[in-house]
């Protein structure tokens, strides 16, 4: 019922959203829920409409708060864009109050807030609240990741590599290294540096979907630094298929291969095989409506025979287990309601 609460928001006018959510038995998913809906609204620009989703959270600065701790780091985020300081900050304070008292869940639950204020780029308090973290002789991945991006966004690329480098696990480090690329590709040489960094720690990364997500996040890097004959070496080394098909698929979408007809059929031919690749009835669906979501509107794609929701329904159809084609229908639903929603703002 979440899920459909979510794909409802944003194909359907009106209130069946709301009142989808409000038909939620369990407290902290009816939050959630709301949560989601107060998202999508964020992202369409529905301030109005925001607000009233995450009062309806149960997020007004009630001190009887029915969400998870995870929830309440995504209230304060929706507080703050909606432009209330005063709840961003109670939101937080309902957080802190709420501190796990075991130690390893505490860090945990600390880290996680560093996570979000550097995402939300209140990089100050970000740092202060990582500072007895800091001289650990231990990996705080996600929250270091999280502070270097923020760093980099802020034009402090050298303190961004300063701390990824105590980033020790090989498969963090690569693929925090090719989002900072990311972040610095209007400063090429800077970013051709920092992603030929990521491509040699991700060679030697020993888990093959994490090396798989490594390359495929490097794909993305090298297409947005237009080097292609990286893109193309990264492609090669990813084994996931559901990575893979992603991966061939958006160098696919770049055009360059528009006069080449071979290497356009041998992208198309890796995409295919990739999805085929993917035994679980329910994760191709999902791959398939995560394809139609990207590429689905472009006809170079549609023409090189892959129907991607078309596939997706077809598989539905076929999975027996209620609880599996339920969530598999929901799925697709969502995907008609992001279709919607970008025909819609293209307008």
């Not at 290497?263 to 198309?268: G, H, I, M, T």
């Not at 995409?271 to 979501?293: F, M, Y």
Request: glycine share 6%; hydrophobic share 50%; proline share 3%.
């Amino acid at each position: 019922m979440r899920r459909i609460a979510g794909a409802l928001v944003r194909a359907v006018p009106g209130p069946l959203a709301a009142e989808t959510a409000t038909a939620i038995p369990d407290p902290r998913q009816q939050s959630a829920a709301f949560l989601d809906i107060a998202e999508v609204h964020l992202q369409d620009g529905r301030l109005p409409e925001a607000r009233q989703a995450a009062l309806a959270a149960g997020t007004g600065g009630q001190s009887d708060l029915q969400i998870s701790s995870d929830d309440m780091l995504r209230s304060a985020a929706v507080w703050l864009k909606l432009g209330n300081e005063a709840q961003f900050t109670g939101m937080l304070d309902h957080y802190r109050s709420r501190l796990p008292a075991e130690a390893s869940a505490r860090k945990a639950a600390e880290l996680a807030l560093v996570e979000r204020l550097a995402s939300l780029d209140r990089l100050p308090e970000a740092e202060q609240a990582f500072a007895p973290f800091a001289a650990r002789n231990e990996d705080q991945v996600s929250a270091r990741i999280a502070l270097a991006l923020a760093l980099a966004r802020s034009g402090e690329g050298d303190r961004a590599l300063v701390m990824l480098g105590g980033v020790r696990q090989l498969r963090y480090k690569a693929v925090g290294l090719a989002r900072l690329a990311m972040l610095l590709r209007h400063e090429r040489e800077q970013a051709i540096a920092v992603a030929d960094l990521s491509m040699m720690i991700a060679a030697r990364i020993e888990l093959s979907y994490a090396r798989s997500y490594a390359y495929g996040r490097l794909v993305d890097v090298w297409v947005a630094l237009e080097n292609l004959p990286a893109a193309e070496r990264a492609l090669d080394e990813i084994e996931d298929d559901r990575l893979k098909a992603v991966a061939a698929l958006r160098l696919l979408s770049t055009g360059e291969y528009q006069d080449a007809a071979a290497d356009q059929r041998d992208l198309v031919a890796v995409a295919r095989r990739s999805i085929d690749g993917v035994a679980d009835r329910l994760a191709r669906v999902w791959l398939l409506c995560s394809l139609e979501a990207e590429f689905g509107s472009q006809p170079d794609d549609r023409s090189a025979g892959i129907a991607y929701r078309d596939e997706a329904i077809d598989i539905a159809r076929s999975i027996r287990d209620p609880w599996f084609r339920a969530r598999a229908w929901a799925r697709i639903s969502e995907s008609y309601s992001q279709q919607a929603a970008i025909a819609e703002t293209s307008r």
